[in-house]
């Protein structure tokens, strides 16, 4: 298997076998990631597709200050939230201010998960918890930072992270009473 820099020299010469091998490397690792920010396979499938192209095209702005799969994921995850934002999902909501007092203030943590079974509950989400969750949980970004990325107010973030959870927190409940009536 070839090291990242001569991958990434033969993708900046534009060798069809180095982007074939680059994206037969990472594909799978970015697709999870994709999945994880859309509703379903087809949509992740089409951000795939346009980080990919991303990629190839600007592969030469790569500088070797991180490892490649850091950049790549990063190409990933701006080309999922461009997808995400020309859905605008968040027109209709509002900031955490105006729904705290309905929103549990509990701090419980999610029990350990089936990762696929924890991946569907985060697809099942609206687009704006979804996204947010994924970036705040999953990604480590701040309420600044998420709000400054998708052009949201810092509240609208804290609200969309505090629905994701609550949503998430009722599913498993439902599940669990579910589970607990068949015994």
């Known amino acids: 298997m070839l090291d990242e820099r001569a991958l990434v020299e033969g993708c900046r010469k534009q060798n069809r076998a180095m982007q074939r091998q680059l994206y037969e490397r990472f594909a799978g690792k970015l697709f999870v990631v994709c999945k994880r ?4 396979a087809d949509d992740a499938e089409d951000v795939l597709q346009d980080a990919f192209v991303k990629i190839f095209r600007h592969i030469d702005s ?3 200050e991180s490892p490649l799969e850091v950049w790549l ?4 995850i701006n080309t999922a939230l461009k997808h995400i934002r020309k859905q605008k999902p968040w027109e209709h909501t ?7 007092a309905t929103l549990s203030q509990a701090d419980e943590s999610l029990p350990t998960l089936n990762y696929q079974y924890l991946l569907q509950l985060i697809q099942e989400l609206p687009p704006g918890c979804r996204t947010v969750f994924n970036l705040y949980a999953i990604e480590g970004y701040s309420h600044p930072e998420i709000a ?3 052009d949201i107010s810092e509240g609208t973030s804290k609200s969309q992270f505090s629905r994701a959870r609550f949503l998430l927190q ?7 009473r579910v589970r ?3 015994v």
């Open 37 to 40: 920010y859309t509703k379903d």
């Open 62 to 64: 790569f500088r070797f």
């Open 73 to 76: 994921k990063r190409i990933v």
């Open 94 to 100: 509002t900031d955490v201010e105006e729904v705290a």
């Open 148 to 150: 400054e990325m998708l």
């Open 170 to 176: 009722q599913k498993l409940q439902n599940e669990q």
């Open 180 to 182: 607990d009536e068949s």
